[in-house]
């Protein structure tokens, strides 16, 4: 069974920091993974797919890595704004695409 | 519609009552999945329906849970003789195949906030 562990758990930064995000998970055989962000009272958005071929999907100030062999993944949020405030989700996909494994998200705060 | 609808948005029942929670998902978005998330916890997957293939219920946690999916429409979660233990938000989600690739990344609701007195 997959398991998914996100570190650290809270995580509060004044505006303007870059900011790593840390996702560790058990099974390895994985087809892809998503990071999702969460905001209060909202479902998740969609930040990044990385596929298990590749290595790093860039998205304007985000950007994910994934080293699949030895079960990590990274966020890296650059130049953090008060607007990025939100949990952050990590979702590795074990199958052909039917069911997602949440970690249990990482808090950010980012101070203005 | 543009995104994923879920109603309600919030339900507050009394233990051993039964509840009904909706998703209306973006149409044309042949998969369909159901998730629970507890109050400081991560997503749990409950069931995810793929066109007209037999659903995966493997999620589902007791036989009081249970979902409906008529073709790819509207799909309904349906909880039996709740229990306090069942207060979590309720997460439903769409894509437009069940292979989530670059392309078909899961859409989700807002959520149904289930509690349980």
């Known amino acids: 069974k997959q398991e998914v562990t996100q570190i650290p758990a809270a995580l509060s930064v004044p505006e303007g920091e870059n900011l790593v995000l840390n996702c560790s998970f058990t099974?390895?055989?994985?087809?892809?993974l998503q990071w999702f962000r969460q905001d209060p009272g909202k479902g998740l958005t969609s930040l990044l797919l990385i596929q298990s071929s590749q290595r790093e999907q860039t998205s304007g100030r985000l950007n994910a890595s994934l080293d699949k062999s030895s079960g990590r993944s990274t966020l890296y949020i650059a130049a953090s704004q008060p607007g990025d405030s939100a949990t952050y989700l990590c979702?590795?996909?074990?199958?052909?695409?039917?069911?997602?494994?949440f970690g249990g998200g990482t808090r950010l705060m980012v101070k203005p | 519609g543009a995104g994923v609808s879920q109603s309600p948005s919030n339900k507050v029942t009394e233990k051993g009552k039964d509840v009904e929670l909706r998703c209306d998902p973006i149409s044309g978005h042949t998969a369909l999945y159901w998730y629970r998330q507890r109050l400081g916890q991560g997503l749990e997957f409950l069931i995810y329906?793929?066109?007209?293939?037999?659903?995966?219920k493997s999620g589902l946690p007791s036989d009081r849970f249970s979902a409906e999916r008529t073709g790819e429409s509207v799909s309904t979660l349906t909880i039996q003789r709740t229990q306090q233990e069942d207060s979590a938000v309720y997460l439903c989600a769409s894509s437009f195949q069940g292979r989530i690739s670059g392309a078909n990344v899961l859409t989700f609701g807002a959520g149904s906030r289930l509690t349980v007195l």
């Open positions: 329906f793929q066109g007209n293939s037999a659903p995966d």
């Open positions: 099974d390895s055989a994985i087809y892809n």
């Open positions: 979702a590795p996909n074990n199958n052909a695409g039917n069911m997602l494994t």
